[in-house]
């Protein structure tokens, strides 16, 4: 596991182009699925790494939390499933349903769609408004795996963020790093 914190897209990119299978139903997920959506959170993520794990039960809180609001929200993985064969399809699709997840769950097999977002680490979390222009990119919140003394898993930064885009506030641009496992990129 190396320690990598996310790259700080420009707040304002637009959205990456994307259309990937959801493991659970088998439904192609496209930006156009959220179209009647308010705001659109895109989180990479992984079966193994235990930055997730530390997070994983605050993540299907959120979504059940925001299930009935304008927020739309997809996970994706975008690990090598050859070299980490418990983040391919048959793991995410056992994650999902073991921890409740309200949202869609995808495999980006090709790893396109993690280049597309520069997403870095898992968990690396991506926040759109509206006119899916990026408003949020950086931490859940201040806890971390293994912390002396831990700092309970609150969701607290992220919340902030999508509540403040929900009701069409400024997202405070001062935003914090997310810190994860890196992405497994295919070996070239």
Known sequence: MARTNSTMQPLGTATPSFSLPDVVTGKTITPAWFIEKDALLVIFLCVHCPFVKHIQDELAKIGRDYAETGLGILAISSNDAVQYPDD???GLKAMAETLGFVFPV?????????RAFAAACT??????DAERKLVYRGQLDESRPKMDPPIPVTGASLRAAIDAVLKG???NPE???SLGCNIKWKAE
Do not use: H, I
């Open 88 to 90: 391919g399809p048959e």
């Open 106 to 114: 995808c495999y980006d097999e090709s790893q396109d769609v993690a």
């Open 123 to 128: 968990p690396d979390f991506f926040l759109y």
């Open 169 to 171: 506030e400024e997202v």
């Open 175 to 177: 935003q914090r790093a």
